[in-house]
């Protein structure tokens, strides 16, 4: 019969033929949809160093070990993580004075979580640069973290609150702009929230939660630790953002609900 037709002789066999197609489409497509949904657990950012997929790497250089058995940097990259200037970024901890020790450990465990976890696909968005396709933005960072990396850092000193933009790279690497001035950390960040959040433009978001609570993410942790702790946390964020049900899929899933509607119609549908 025609398509539009009123007298719904043919309706059965019409309805039929399509759920047929609709369950052979689903059937193709479900594995792949399912594969891409646990993917929100288990991601690299398309950026500028990450690998396409994560895996382990064997060995990782010093702080960037903990990733190890799952990364989604190479062992290159976790090496000039931990360089002045590296060939990452060119970026120049040493913008001001000789950044101390004791604060840039913290820049690069914040370095190694960017280049190496695989664990922030819940905090992943699209943007629009040249070096860069997705970055993250409030990823909920623990407080203990937080609190350790203003503490050692308060003291160094700094011409800028927001490390992501505004610096003078007319030298190759990043500058102080002109007029800004070099002034303590505690002066430019006055709470360890505002070192945080706004140091990397909203990469983190504060948390009143300790390390080791489940609820946020950690920089630190022991090597070798399985699983990972970031791993539980990713999962819990995910599940309250609906990027997952509670299977570990995504959901609502439009694949999943067409096929649920699908057996749901086909009792009453003729597929032959």
């Given at each position: 019969?025609?398509?539009g037709?009123?007298?719904?002789?043919?309706?059965?066999?019409?309805?039929?033929?399509?759920a047929?197609k609709?369950?052979?489409?689903?059937?193709?497509?479900?594995?792949?949809a399912?594969a891409?949904?646990?993917?929100?657990?288990?991601?690299?950012?398309?950026?500028?160093?990450?690998?396409?997929?994560?895996?382990?790497?064997?060995?990782?250089?010093?702080?960037?070990?903990p990733?190890?058995?799952?990364?989604?940097?190479?062992?290159?990259?976790?090496?000039?993580?931990?360089?002045?200037?590296?060939?990452?970024?060119?970026?120049?901890?040493?913008h001001?004075d000789?950044?101390?020790?004791?604060?840039?450990?913290?820049?690069?465990?914040?370095?190694?979580?960017?280049?190496?976890?695989p664990?922030?696909?819940?905090?992943?968005?699209?943007?629009?640069?040249?070096?860069?396709?997705e970055?993250?933005?409030?990823v909920?960072?623990?407080?203990?973290?937080?609190?350790?990396?203003w503490?050692?850092?308060?003291?160094?000193?700094?011409?800028?609150?927001?490390?992501?933009?505004?610096?003078?790279?007319?030298?190759?690497?990043?500058?102080?702009?002109?007029?800004?001035?070099?002034?303590?950390?505690?002066?430019?960040?006055?709470?360890a929230?505002?070192?945080?959040?706004?140091?990397?433009?909203?990469?983190?978001?504060?948390?009143?939660?300790?390390?080791?609570?489940?609820?946020?993410?950690?920089?630190?942790?022991?090597?070798?630790?399985?699983?990972?702790?970031?791993?539980?946390?990713?999962?819990?964020?995910?599940?309250?953002?609906?990027?997952?049900?509670?299977?570990?899929?995504?959901?609502?899933?439009?694949?999943?609900?067409?096929f649920?509607?699908?057996?749901?119609?086909?009792?009453?549908?003729?597929?032959s």
């Amino acid at each position: 019969g025609t398509r539009g037709t009123g007298s719904g002789v043919n309706a059965p066999n019409s309805g039929g033929g399509t759920a047929a197609k609709m369950l052979g489409l689903l059937l193709v497509t479900l594995p792949l949809a399912l594969a891409a949904e646990r993917d929100v657990l288990n991601i690299c950012m398309d950026a500028k160093h990450h690998k396409v997929k994560p895996g382990p790497e064997g060995r990782l250089y010093k702080q960037c070990e903990p990733w190890r058995d799952n990364a989604c940097c190479t062992a290159n990259t976790s090496v000039h993580a931990h360089n002045d200037q590296s060939y990452l970024y060119n970026f120049n901890w040493n913008h001001c004075d000789i950044m101390s020790e004791k604060c840039k450990r913290h820049f690069i465990q914040d370095t190694c979580l960017y280049e190496c976890s695989p664990n922030l696909g819940p905090w992943i968005q699209k943007v629009d640069r040249s070096w860069r396709k997705e970055r993250v933005i409030d990823v909920p960072i623990c407080k203990t973290d937080c609190d350790e990396w203003w503490e050692d850092c308060r003291h160094d000193l700094t011409c800028k609150s927001n490390w992501a933009k505004g610096w003078n790279w007319s030298s190759g690497s990043n500058q102080c702009p002109s007029g800004s001035e070099c002034r303590p950390f505690g002066d430019v960040f006055p709470t360890a929230r505002d070192l945080c959040e706004k140091v990397w433009s909203n990469s983190y978001h504060f948390t009143d939660h300790p390390r080791g609570s489940g609820l946020c993410m950690s920089l630190w942790f022991k090597a070798g630790l399985n699983p990972n702790p970031n791993q539980r946390v990713a999962r819990h964020y995910a599940l309250q953002k609906g990027l997952i049900s509670c299977s570990g899929l995504a959901w609502p899933s439009p694949l999943l609900l067409g096929f649920s509607l699908l057996l749901g119609l086909t009792p009453s549908l003729s597929l032959s």
